[in-house]
C-alpha cells in the first residue's frame, strides 16, 4: 500500500494570495538560496504585523554572537551598505528572472553587521558579505536580523529558502489497511 506524499510549494496561492508573485519568481531562481549564518538556529521567528504600521516582527532573527560571517541568502547586487540609526545594514536586491509584470524585485536585509562589500557589487549564494556587530538587541548573546521585502510589502525570508519537490509514492510500512 502506498499513499500519495506531496510537498505543495504553491499551496500558499490559495491561503495566501498576495505571495503568489513571490513564489513564481521563487521558482524561476536559477540558484538555490543559502542561510544567511551557519549553523542556523531561529531565535525570533518571522510574526507579521496585522496592519502596514502595526506590532510585529518584520523578519526573524538568527543566533550569531558579534564577528560571525553573515552569507548573502540568494545571489544579488548590494543596493545599499551603511548605516541606518546607528547600527549597520547591508540590502541586497535579488537577481534572476525579472519581477512580474507590474512588480518590483526581492530585497533581503541583514542587520547588525559590518558589510565587507560595497554597493554596486554582485554577490552570489553564500558568499560572506558582512559580519555581524555588537548592537542593542533583544537577543541576550546577539543575533542577524534577516529580512526579505518587495517594495514596502515584508515577508518571510525562510520562503527563500524554499526548495521545489517533485510528489512521490512511499511506502506505508505496518499501517492495517482498513476493512
Known sequence: MY??????????????????PLLLTLTAMTTAAA???????VVHPWAPPSTPYGPGHRGIDLA??????????????????????????LTITLSGKAPPPGGTPLRTTYEPVRPEVKEGEDVTAGEVVATTTEA????PQGCLHWGL???????????????????????????????
Open 64 to 89: 550569531a554572537p558579534p564577528g560571525t560571517p553573515v552569507r548573502a541568502a540568494a545571489p544579488g547586487r548590494v543596493t545599499f551598505a551603511g548605516q541606518v540609526a546607528g547600527r549597520g545594514v
Open 3 to 20: 499513499f500519495m506524499y506531496f510537498r505543495r510549494p504553491f499551496m500558499y496561492f490559495r491561503r495566501f494570495p498576495k505571495y503568489r
Open 149 to 179: 521585502r518587495r517594495g514596502d510589502t515584508y515577508m518571510n525570508p525562510l520562503l527563500l529558502l524554499h526548495r521545489a519537490a517533485r510528489s512521490r509514492l512511499l511506502p506505508v510500512a505496518g499501517v492495517v489497511e482498513p476493512g
Open 35 to 41: 542561510w544567511p549564518v551557519v549553523p542556523p538556529t
Open 136 to 139: 542593542p538587541s533583544h537577543c
